[in-house]
């Protein structure tokens, strides 16, 4: 059975209406019905909406005035690929599984899953929703009551199936270090963070800003699980680039991140903290690990990183980085590099990309070089290890 | 013997007094020796300079009112690694095979390399600094100029063992195809080109902007050549992040570059057209080969790549592009999907990471396990191949 370490949950309406303190209730993220017969991504999750009663009908996120139609494409599953588009979407036309904890379970259980971690949507990936938002007592609210709905009810009834991972609030790192013990003390070990924070107009890993952070996480066994995206702004060529392009590109950021981790010393003061890359794939992983420990090398006088980084970078790597996948060939046939005990597996559920429900029959083929020992540390005993779960 | 398809010249302080038209001979970019206290890159190439007599001296290119001082790591044969620093530094202190092409033969020889293809240096890896001109029509001439002094002077006298490298008026595509025209009359067989040309404030190569030029590039046998930073903007991740994490990620353009053109159907329209990654490594290539093949098989609904390019994207790679590398164990170990007839081999001297003057002795060791006809085809024929050379 397979611990999948990157799915997706599509919030169900009621989770702020439900979850948020009284008084901020009325201001909740609410979902409406709308027709809409166009719409244009404009940057950092926004779009330019063509509304009309007449078009197909979708179900939009309303929050601070903006409007977010959920998308085909995030809730794929029982799709056909040729039907995978970006177009609007309704409740009623996904997967249950796709909301739904107990709709969920069977499906996994189905996919022979038997535990997941799920990201976010409408926060997006490290809830850069929230981070935007304008009222900031709000949206500080609003991240806690995702917390609160994940442990309680998302993942709560779940006999362990469902795994929590929680948002924090970006904006305030002393608010995060917080929300960390919080969850912490209720038994979460992953929280979601930005692959590249000065991307989202933050501080970056070197400034000194996020150590509280990264402390509580070390202190209390919380991996920080950076997903592909969680940057805002993906790797990019030019506007006019057909959108296959950026999807090849789409680990770029995952890349940088490492990079900027192995060279930024935070690693070195913190030798319990763990990072996860997920669904940022492996087979680049040989690559830039050969090419830190180069630049280690060769490269001394250009600016003191030994006295940061008294080590070869893969060292790092290799004690606490954490590579996923869904479909690699080339990481597999690199396994010595990778590194047999640092990649975990994962399905995509509900994403254009997930191998559900054929994910044993995918892995099956891709796995058929590996022996069973190997197998079972790359798709259940690492992630188990790296979340902290009751499982053998 | 060594065939080297990414070395580099200082240009020597005469190359446009003495090329350039009469008329344009007082507005020549010149050499001038200052003394410089500091440096600071503010940009694109562009430096803060804080100047004093009393300082050590520097010669710097003089143009258009800008002041571009020589850095050590861009003349760097010579000097040991732990003195590798960006601080100024004059004609007198280099190394003589930097700017003088008999000297350089003579460094070439004694380093096992029969042929050296250079990029240039005040113009920039593809001629940005021309492109960034205010005035054209002097911009126009100096890029005429550097490519006869670079066929005329630099490879005129040096019976085949400097192979010559032409940039191109990068804002004009009609006056490029003529330069290439002009150029391969008289057996010039490489042009340079930008990775990512939006980064430089141009059209991409999907505008079909550039088509006139990759047609011309093909009808003539003139490969493209893409070397890392012809983008200007380096792959990064913070301002405060230490210079180490850029060197690492310093072949991310390359990567998305390859990226684009694998899905723009340049390659599919252009079937003699021939790329070059130069200075990009090739450890990352499988990764990237397999990812846009999942990519154009599993995303298939996205928009309409298919028309585009109606085989696997890896197809088009290993008919028509190159890459190229002077350390890379990973990427030796991924021959079978790198293509043994795709990469070929560099010196990169005289810069801060080059093998020079023990270049055999890193290749001895790095190809250890590889047969005769693989190290030959990779140390040697496969440039042979791209550029047309004279030699078996």
Redesign the interface.
Known sequence: MIVSVDDHVVEPPHVWERWLPERFRDRAPRIERKGIAGMRHIGGGTYEIEYDDDAPQADCWVFEGQVLPHKRHVAAVGFD??????SPITYDEMRPGCYDPKARIDDMLMNHVEASLCFPTFPRFCGQTFLEANDKELAHACVLAYNDWMVEEWCGDGGGHLVPLIIIPLWDVDAAVAEVERNAARGVHAVCFSE???HLGLP?I??GYWDPLFAACAANGVVVCMHIGSSSKM???????????A???S??NA???M??F???GVLVRYPELRLAYSEG?I??I???L???D???L????????RD?VPEPPSTYYHRQIYGCFF?????L??LD?VGVDNITFETDYPH??STWPHTKEVAEKMFADLDDATIRKIVRTNAIRMLHLDLD
């Open positions: 690929r040729d039907e995978m588009t970006l590249i924070p000065p970056s070197h400034s790797p990019a060529t030019s506007g006019d680039a057909p959108v296959a392009v999807a090849t590109l680990f770029g890349m940088a991140s990079s900027d192995l060279f930024s794939q087979g680049w040989p690559y830039i050969e090419r830190a180069d630049v280690w060769e490269h001394r006088a250009w600016g003191g990183v940061l479909r690699d060939n080339h990481g046939a690199s590099e254009t990309d």
